[in-house]
Every structure is written in C-alpha cells, then in structure tokens.
C-alpha cells in the first residue's frame, strides 16, 4: 500500500502547501492594519466642537470598515484552508487588502490626528470607537 517514505512526502507536501497558502496571503484583519500618518496640524484651527463633529462621521465609516473587512479577512481565511484540501478554492482569494483597507488606514490616521489636536486643546473626553 503506502510506503513510510510516501507517508514522509505526503506529510510535507501538506505541510508545504499550507505554508504556501499562509504566504499567498489573506485579507489582513482590520486591527491588523496600521493609521496612515496624517498630521494633526490639519486640523489645529478647529475648535472642540469642530473637532468632535469630524470624529463622529469619521468613527461610524471606522466601524463599518471594521466589520466588511473582518468578514473578508474571515472568508479568505477559511478559503485557504479549504484550499489545502480542495486547491481551484485558492483562486477566489483576494490576497490583498484593497482599498477598503486604504481608506481604514487613512480614516486611523485622520482620527489620530484629531484625537491630538484635542488632547492639546483639552477638549473634552471624545468617545474612541470601540475598534
């Protein structure tokens, strides 16, 4: 039947299919992704009130990203390793971000920078969203 010498290939072609997929690469998870920088002084002109009124929208759209993209990253995820098994599944992974994941990353950044401008004004307490 099955040689110890063909069990030994077949475990490390698994192995190494494995590892290839975790290398093809998979939607990155949103907390995964870092802020791009934007720099605060964009927005130091700005009172509190100004402040807080750009965090709102900008927190909401963070928190939709956070769920479309965490849901790729899921489905990409269980793609490879469906893939591992079933190897035309790997054709349907994205394998990158996109630009969802752009424009997280930018949002990040944005908030970031409104989130210095009002610890430098002593504005108080803005509500981070809970991402």
């Known amino acids: ?17 494995t590892l290839l997929s975790l290398l093809i690469g998979c939607a990155s998870r949103p ?14 002109s700005l009172d509190c ?3 807080s009124a750009k965090m709102n ?6 928190t939709r990203l956070y769920a479309s993209l965490g849901h790729k990253a899921e489905v990409d995820r269980a793609q490879t390793v469906g893939g591992i098994f079933f ?4 054709l349907g992974l994205e394998g990158w971000d996109g630009p969802e994941a752009e424009e997280l990353a930018h949002l990040k950044g944005q908030l970031n920078a ?18």
């Open 49 to 51: 009130d100004q402040i």
């Open 31 to 44: 907390e995964n992704i870092p802020a791009t920088y934007v720099s605060p002084s964009l927005y130091k």
């Open 1 to 17: 039947m099955f040689s110890s010498m063909d069990t030994v290939r077949y475990f490390h072609t698994i192995v190494g299919i």
């Open 87 to 90: 190897i035309p599944i790997w």
């Open 57 to 62: 929208p900008i927190s909401e759209r963070i």
């Open 114 to 131: 409104l989130n210095q401008v009002s610890n430098r004004k002593h504005c108080a307490a803005i509500p981070w969203p809970g991402v």
